[in-house]
């Protein structure tokens, strides 16, 4: 939010520099983010001064230039070449001197330098209107009046407007201080705190009243709930044309075009009191009549930006007799705006329901001063002092006759709010006591009415247009913002207490996790727990009855909570490979969200996506693809990494998969993962495999809070290994060996591992080699050849009786 400091002392005569303002501003909670100079014209003037041209004669290498001498009050008269039809001896004209900088109509700069124009020197420039940024003619040099003294500066001679503007960092319940009177307002509590008494100056409306009655509106409310309150009134005779210098300024100092005298009134007092208004040419308003009302959803409408909108059934309306005129506190309607033919106007001034215009202004992005205002909550006592207010400015600027009563549709007045002060509970929450008085004195000046006074506390009134103050905590922090955080001491002595937390919080196992990841290539990403309903339709197990729905959508987009972490996920993928890269690792911490009937229901997860090369293009090492196995690898990592190593493997079940693997215990699901089918992928114009594993984190975490950690010293004693060729049949598996060889020794096998596998020439029809090997190892002495010998021919024994095997 942008405020004008010469604006703002419209309301205070304060002699405070703009550094002194901006600081006690942020103090108050109006956090001032920088200061910008506005000037009237740019550069202000600075080096331009009135001359006297003595002399004019042709240019003698050039038929349309001239080279003339002018006097600017120096110790010698300045030579000037200047091409311009008008220049003419005994002339005074505003001159550049060397060294001035000028601006171009769109802000770049250029310095006026001593040069040479065919063959003649200059020293300076002429300037026409234009190039001094005072207007746009360029038919000819700027000729001033004759009584103007030589040397007089025109920053002088033109009284350019220079300011100071605040760029403010509103926070959004701060809806008061949405306006220069409400900053000055609270400018005016906080100097009242300093000892510094400045009366608040607002705009007087004791001249407004009312010419004839000959150009009367109806009004109908038909929405009382969604138009609270209504005002209007009619002005005729009105010449709609550029609006006054001082008016422009105000208005560009903030960032704001000025248009023309009607448009930029209701701006001026939207910016100047906080109430937006709008004007509707009185000739469009079919039947003099202004209904307040919504309309059918999916009727079409076309706003001031030429944009022809379809309506939603919950957006207020502000129509005519036939057909509508405008999106109620939103945006004008196209065919009811005024207009340079405009002669009668209707100005409304309205209070609307905030939650009503934010959704409209959502729904169809629109986003305008007035809604900014209207859905943080204006004053809806101001109505119609705003109105009065524009309605005379407008008479001033452009003309004009109150033609009509004003209509103020009001019938459930807006109540203050009773609020009740214990001075207990607000030296509790401050951290020490402040004076009674002091605490009176705040409110006071902060527009809080003190009801009743007792020894335990106060009771107030808050007045409606501070909708952020209702509750006692609410009051606490008024005070304690206007007395001054800086003002509050630091305790000598701190104290803490040292709370027992499990090693097994939430965060410490993600971090163990996420570290893992980390180190193995893999990227985190964060996506938005907010998507559309649309992906429920890629996938069986998602409903769209288990959807939750957000009551007030940034977008149609960003509708619903997440029922899955794969489809942010696979949006992060596709936005990558659309960048070139396109080999990627990436994993997120994130929930979903689930509504069953009446419950609703969030589950943690960890999401895993693996696509594209393994490594990095490399000329010693062949580029290989990320699979279904390498995929596996790192869940399993994970899992033995958080101490679980024993699960159940299972075919996975889900319609996200071609094909997958869940890993569980017992009831349990630890992990799903597999190869996204590819009409996914293709909803989200990935060509490449897609590798995703979805951990189910709450049933990790419980297991890991369960899991007792067994330690053991490593033995002193050496471990033996032996191999096995053993020559099989086909049909036998590794974890028959397995088996076999843990049955037949407990103690001493630690380890028994295939190493090698091979099949084809050189053996019979229906067998296989596998080269196994054995680790034995006693904890407590080194085992001897006997002992050795004695396991190992045991081994043979059982695997050539029980699998029919033989030693290679």
């Known amino acids: 939010?942008?405020?004008?400091?010469?604006?703002?002392?419209?309301?205070?005569?304060?002699?405070?520099?703009?550094?002194?303002?901006?600081?006690?501003?942020?103090?108050?909670?109006?956090?001032?983010?920088?200061?910008?100079?506005?000037?009237?014209?740019?550069?202000?003037?600075?080096?331009?001064?009135?001359?006297?041209?003595?002399?004019?004669?042709?240019?003698?290498?050039?038929?349309?230039?001239?080279?003339?001498?002018?006097?600017?009050?120096?110790?010698?008269?300045?030579?000037?070449?200047?091409?311009?039809?008008?220049?003419?001896?005994?002339?005074?004209?505003?001159?550049?001197?060397?060294?001035?900088?000028?601006?171009?109509?769109?802000?770049?700069?250029?310095?006026?330098?001593?040069?040479?124009?065919?063959?003649?020197?200059?020293?300076?420039?002429?300037?026409?209107?234009?190039?001094?940024?005072?207007?746009?003619s360029h038919d000819g040099i700027l000729v001033l009046d004759n009584d103007i003294k030589v040397g007089t500066l025109a920053a002088d001679l033109f009284e350019i407007e220079n300011d100071q503007v605040f760029e403010i960092g509103l926070t959004p319940n701060r809806a008061d201080a949405m306006s220069h009177l409400g900053t000055a307002r609270d400018l005016k509590a906080g100097l009242v705190q300093k000892d510094i008494n400045l009366e608040l100056i607002t705009p007087s409306i004791s001249a407004f009243h009312v010419e004839n009655r000959t150009l009367k509106m109806d009004i109908e409310v038909v929405d009382k709930e969604l138009a609270p309150r209504y005002c209007g009134v009619s002005i005729s005779g009105i010449q709609v044309a550029e609006s006054p210098a001082w008016l422009q300024h105000r208005l560009k100092a903030i960032g704001i075009t000025p248009l023309n005298n009607i448009v930029d009134a209701t701006n001026y007092v939207l910016h100047d009191l906080g109430q937006p208004?709008?004007?509707?040419?009185?000739?469009?308003?079919?039947?003099?009549?202004?209904?307040?009302?919504?309309?059918?959803?999916?009727?079409?409408?076309?706003?001031?930006?030429?944009?022809?909108?379809?309506?939603?059934?919950?957006?207020?309306?502000?129509?005519?007799?036939?057909?509508?005129?405008?999106?109620?506190?939103?945006?004008?309607?196209?065919?009811?705006?005024?207009?340079?033919?405009?002669?009668?106007?209707?100005?409304?001034s309205a209070y609307f329901n905030p939650v009503s215009i934010r959704k409209s202004a959502k729904r169809h992005g629109l986003n305008t001063d007035a809604s900014f205002r209207f859905e943080r909550g204006i004053d809806p006592n101001?109505?119609?002092?705003?109105?009065?207010?524009?309605?005379?400015?407008?008479?001033?600027?452009?003309?004009?006759?109150?033609?009509?009563?004003?209509?103020?549709?009001?019938?459930?007045?807006?109540?203050?709010?009773?609020?009740?002060?214990?001075?207990?509970?607000?030296?509790?929450?401050?951290?020490?006591?402040?004076?009674?008085?002091?605490?009176?004195?705040?409110?006071?000046?902060?527009?809080?009415?003190?009801?009743?006074?007792?020894?335990?506390?106060?009771?107030?009134?808050?007045?409606?247009?501070?909708?952020?103050?209702?509750?006692?905590?609410?009051?606490?922090?008024?005070?304690?913002?206007?007395?001054?955080?800086?003002?509050?001491?630091?305790?000598?002595?701190?104290?803490?207490?040292?709370?027992?937390?499990?090693?097994?919080?939430?965060?410490?196992?993600q971090n163990i996790v996420g570290n893992q990841l980390a180190s193995q290539g893999f990227f985190e990403i964060l996506s938005n727990s907010l998507t559309t309903p649309n992906y429920v339709a890629l996938s069986e197990q998602l409903k769209e009855e288990h959807n939750i729905t957000i009551l007030n959508p940034l977008s149609n987009d960003l509708s619903v909570m997440r029922q899955s972490l794969l489809f942010s996920g696979l949006e992060a993928v596709s936005f990558n490979i659309n960048r070139r890269r396109g080999d990627l690792k990436l994993f997120e911490f994130g929930k979903t969200y689930h509504g069953y009937n009446d419950k609703r229901e969030e589950f943690k997860h960890v999401s895993v996506f693996i696509t594209g090369d393994k490594n990095s293009e490399n000329w010693t090492d062949p580029?290989?693809?990320?699979?279904?196995?390498?995929?596996?690898?790192?869940?399993?990592?994970?899992?033995?990494?958080?101490?679980?190593?024993?699960f159940n493997e299972s075919p996975i079940k889900s319609d996200l998969f071609t094909e997958g693997l869940t890993f569980g215990l017992g009831k349990n699901v630890l992990v799903e993962f597999g190869l996204i089918k590819k009409p996914i992928l293709k909803h989200f114009d990935i060509t490449q495999e897609v590798i995703y594993a979805d951990f189910k984190w709450d049933t990790i975490l419980n297991l890991v809070k369960h899991n007792k950690i067994k330690f053991k010293a490593i033995s002193k004693y050496p471990g033996v290994r032996r191999d096995f060729a053993l020559l099989l049949d086909d049909t036998v598996t590794f974890e028959s060996i397995y088996k076999i060889a843990k049955q037949s020794e407990k103690q001493l096998l630690k380890d028994v591992n295939l190493f090698d596998v091979y099949q084809g020439k050189n053996l019979p029809k229906g067998k296989k080699s596998y080269a196994v090997s054995f680790t034995l190892q006693d904890e407590n002495k080194t085992l001897n050849d006997k002992q050795i010998d004695k396991i190992m021919k045991k081994l043979q024994s059982n695997f050539e009786n029980q699998l029919g095997a033989e030693l290679r």
């Open 277 to 348: 208004l709008h004007a509707f040419d009185a000739a469009k308003i079919s039947g003099n009549k202004i209904e307040v009302k919504t309309l059918p959803a999916g009727t079409k409408f076309v706003t001031l930006d030429g944009v022809e909108r379809e309506l939603h059934e919950d957006d207020l309306m502000i129509c005519n007799g036939d057909k509508p005129m405008c999106i109620a506190g939103v945006f004008g309607g196209l065919d009811s705006g005024v207009t340079e033919h405009t002669t009668n106007i209707f100005l409304e």
């Open 1 to 136: 939010m942008k405020i004008s400091y010469n604006w703002l002392k419209q309301f205070l005569k304060t002699n405070w520099t703009p550094e002194q303002t901006s600081e006690l501003l942020t103090d108050l909670g109006l956090e001032v983010e920088g200061i910008e100079t506005y000037q009237s014209v740019k550069g202000g003037l600075e080096g331009v001064v009135v001359g006297e041209v003595l002399t004019c004669v042709k240019h003698p290498n050039a038929d349309k230039l001239k080279v003339t001498t002018v006097d600017v009050g120096g110790d010698a008269p300045l030579q000037i070449v200047c091409g311009a039809p008008n220049v003419d001896a005994g002339q005074k004209v505003p001159v550049a001197t060397i060294g001035t900088v000028l601006y171009t109509e769109e802000g770049e700069s250029w310095t006026i330098k001593k040069g040479k124009i065919r063959g003649e020197e200059s020293h300076g420039m002429i300037c026409a209107e234009d190039e001094l940024g005072l207007g746009k």
């Open 382 to 509: 101001t109505c119609e002092y705003a109105l009065k207010r524009a309605a005379l400015l407008i008479q001033e600027i452009a003309g004009g006759e109150i033609t009509s009563d004003i209509l103020d549709f009001y019938p459930k007045k807006i109540k203050d709010f009773e609020v009740r002060l214990s001075f207990e509970n607000a030296e509790k929450l401050i951290g020490e006591e402040i004076p009674k008085e002091t605490i009176k004195r705040i409110l006071s000046s902060l527009d809080i009415k003190v009801n009743n006074v007792t020894e335990a506390g106060l009771g107030l009134t808050v007045p409606a247009y501070r909708n952020d103050v209702e509750r006692e905590a609410d009051v606490i922090e008024e005070i304690l913002r206007v007395y001054g955080y800086n003002n509050i001491k630091t305790t000598e002595k701190l104290n803490a207490s040292i709370s027992t937390t499990s090693r097994f919080e939430d965060y410490k196992i």
């Open 623 to 646: 580029s290989k693809k990320s699979d279904f196995f390498l995929m596996k690898g790192y869940i399993i990592a994970i899992l033995e990494r958080l101490g679980i190593s024993r």
